[in-house]
């Protein structure tokens, strides 16, 4: 299991911060990530500001992050399983992803305690970009 | 054959007002054999030794190469957490530090000038009086480089060799369409070309070389494309100077990318913003479309780029054939996520209120 780690990814700018105790927030990359080193998809300062940047959340708690061995993409399931307590979100994540044609990925990242909305940013946000795509919202334990 | 095209015309000194007119807001590449008052070299020689037997226990910041820690990253990683940002040294030490590891990619870059420093360099005529000037320092190894990217400050800059020769590389902003760039910086590896092939594609590009010697200064105009090469150990200094009030916004308020560089380019000349018509109403469209709240950094990214796809004042030049050996080779999704880091970094595209566009609009 991977331990969530945390860091502070702010900005400190007035912004929806959509913390809720007790969900889980995930992205996944549908991209090849070859040739994208290690270090970043370990949780790096430039995904945290991916996650600013395009969908407005500040990360300031915890999160985990996976990969592909390979990075490439494979099976969602495989990426999701080692985060933390993903017992309890992984199956409803997988019902969600093969509902919209994403069940598989190269790179995920759960934020935990948080429960994004991109609704509440308005019809113009989109669910991101091949490279960050917005999975959904689930309750965790 | 020359190190260099050397296609950069020599005068010995230009006002203001026609370096400007005539180069400056033309993109024309110029160098001044004589543009201080009184020369550096009389107050400080022109040779390593004589500079730090001058400047010696000044202290500075020294870190590897913006542009070159950049690519390094990209390849091997992030810096591990805690990693100094920069050394501080004084000057001698720094050279010492040279002498002892000649091909140390460790230099300093573009830290604003020192007090003791400036006041011995003095000031090129051509940029006295200008509240807006600022000078930074650049202090490195030969061998060192500086890749091939555009200042997002908008100003032009008189860069001043006090010791060593640089060869300085430009490209004018029509060029973007070939430098595959990210963000503010090409991808071409300057560095890994040789003299001849770098040549061949500088003239291609519609672009200039020279190799600048101690006591002289050239003038990069505004948001040219630019590239060092470190010929010797050397030190320059630099004035950056005569920007206007709308470009002033836009490099505090807008990303860096091929797109504004290019409107913002083709403004440079102050006297084009006070034309009545398609300038004017061009300017207005953005800073219109900056203004208006959006959901997230990225939509207004997109939103920005959109408005300067429409309002663009002339197509770039149609792409020159270069090889993909001499680019740096990125994943896509490392390109955007250079963006993003970019657009946080600069904690661009948060404003929430048309308020915002009051000051610009006039």
New interface residues.
Partial sequence: MTAPTEQD?S?G???PRFNRPGYVSLWL?R??????????LDG????L??L?????VAVDGAFSTNYTADHEVGPLRALLDPLHASESFADAAIVEAETRGLGEASFVIGLYDVDFDPAR??P??SRG?P?LTFLGSFPQR | MSESLDNVTRVVDLGREELLGEHGYRGRPVILTEAFERPPREVLGETLDDVVGRLGDVRLPFRPEYGTLLMTC?????LPDGAPDAVEATLAEYWEMVRQTPDTPVMCAEEATPSEVAELVGVPRAARGDADMRSTLFIGNAGNVAPIHFDGDCRHVLLHQLFGRKLVVMLPPEAASSLRSVVNFSTLWLREMDAEERRDLVRRLGGWECVLSPGETVLMPALIWHGVLYLDDGMSVNFRFGRHARHRFVSEHLHLDHRVQAFAAATVDPDTLAEAGAYADAWLRLVECWATP??????K?LELCACLDAIAPSPSSPAVDVSDDLFA??????A???L??H???E?LY?H?SARDLRPWSK
């Fill in positions: 990814a900005g700018e007035p912004r990359s991209a090849s990530l070859v040739g994208v080193p290690d270090g970043y790096a300062p430039e995904v500001a991916w600013f940047v395009d969908f407005g940013l308005g113009e946000v970009t490279a | 990209l390849q091997r990683g992030p959006a959901p997230t950094p990225y939509a990214y080779s990125l994943p896509q999704v490392v955007e996520a250079l993003r880091a657009i946080f970094k904690r948060l929430r």
